[in-house]
């Protein structure tokens, strides 16, 4: 098979693959920070779990390895606009929550206001990953506010709102496709 790919190509590969995207918010080590994700996955049901990346120079890693809840805010597709707020790292915890509206659960987690969902969840495991930490939560609470918003999903090197409206009926299977 040879050597493994280098990162800028598998960078550009991975962005032809359409990625949900979603804001984490935790407080951690003395801090409050969020980050904008875009390898969030459900990995399941019983217990519910969920995962994400987190690059270990990123400043909200310190956060996640100590914080003891994070929420998963869902953010609709009028919100790219958080999405681009919470991907600056030269933002403070302060200075990117300083004009958002959000509140804090009785478990020192932001939680983002008018967003599609959140789920709440409690640190499971982690894993080192190259130059990232795979972070796998717990959702211990799940709210959904606003099922008909849509969602975001990064394509092609930008954030693209996903119009349930205006969503297409699903692929037909054909007889050569097996599941």
Wanted: aromatic share 6%; net charge neutral.
């Amino acid at each position: 098979m040879g050597e493994p790919v280098d990162g800028t190509t598998l960078r550009r590969v991975m962005r032809r693959v359409p990625s949900p995207v979603v804001v984490v918010t935790a407080s951690g080590a003395g801090k409050t920070r969020g980050i904008t994700i875009g390898s969030m996955a459900s990995v399941a049901l019983e217990p519910p779990l969920l995962s994400f990346n987190v690059n270990r120079s990123a400043r909200m890693h310190e956060v996640m390895a100590a914080a003891e809840h994070f929420a998963v805010n869902v953010v609709t597709g009028e919100q790219v606009m958080l999405c681009r707020r919470f991907a600056r790292p030269d933002l403070t915890g302060e200075e990117q929550f300083a004009t958002v509206p959000h509140r804090i659960d009785e478990h020192d987690a932001p939680l983002l206001d008018d967003v599609a969902a959140i789920l709440r969840c409690r640190p499971h495991a982690r894993f080192e990953a190259g130059d990232h930490t795979v972070f796998v939560g717990e959702v211990v609470h799940a709210n959904v506010h606003r099922d008909e918003a849509g969602a975001v999903v990064y394509y092609r090197h930008d954030y693209r709102r996903v119009d349930p409206s205006k969503a297409h009926s699903p692929v037909k299977r054909s007889s050569s496709v097996t599941s």
